[in-house]
C-alpha cells in the first residue's frame, strides 16, 4: 500500500493548512487512518486519526485547532490545520493501520510543514 500525502508547506504563525492523503488501493478501507508528526530531534507522535466509522482522536496540542476528516468511498483523509504554530513545524505522515491486527501498519513518505513566527 502506498499512501500518497500532500498539502504541506511553508505558512506564517496564525495561518492555515490542508494536508491530503490516499490510499494507492482499498485495502486501507477498514483501517484506522491518521496523521502522525516528527520534530527535528524529537520522536513521531499522533496528531489526530479516525475510524472508518468516524470516531475521532486528537492530541491535546492540536485540540480545537486541526480537524481530521474521512471520505470512506477511497479512504482519503484530510487534516485541516488552523491557527498554526511555530511548534506545529515537522514531517507530516499519514498512517493507515488496521484496528485488528497490529502487524498492518502503513505510513506515507511524510510532507514537510513550516510555521515561521
Known amino acids: 500500500v502506498q499512501l500518497q500525502a500532500s498539502g504541506g508547506g511553508l505558512v506564517q504563525a496564525g495561518g492555515s493548512l490542508r494536508l491530503s492523503c490516499t490510499p494507492s488501493?482499498?485495502?486501507?478501507?477498514?483501517?484506522?487512518m491518521g496523521w502522525y508528526r516528527q520534530a527535528p530531534g524529537k520522536q513521531r507522535e499522533l496528531v489526530a486519526e479516525v475510524t472508518r466509522g468516524g470516531t475521532l482522536k486528537y492530541a491535546d496540542f492540536v485540540r480545537g485547532r486541526f480537524s481530521i476528516s474521512r471520505v470512506n468511498a477511497d479512504s482519503t483523509v484530510y487534516l485541516q490545520m488552523n491557527s498554526l504554530k511555530p511548534e506545529d513545524t515537522g514531517v507530516y505522515y499519514c498512517?493507515?493501520?488496521?484496528?485488528?491486527?497490529?502487524?498492518?501498519?502503513?505510513w506515507g513518505q511524510g510532507t514537510l510543514v513550516t510555521v515561521s513566527s
Open positions: 498512517n493507515s493501520k488496521s484496528p485488528f491486527n497490529s502487524r498492518i501498519n502503513y
Open positions: 488501493n482499498d485495502i486501507s478501507r477498514l483501517n484506522i
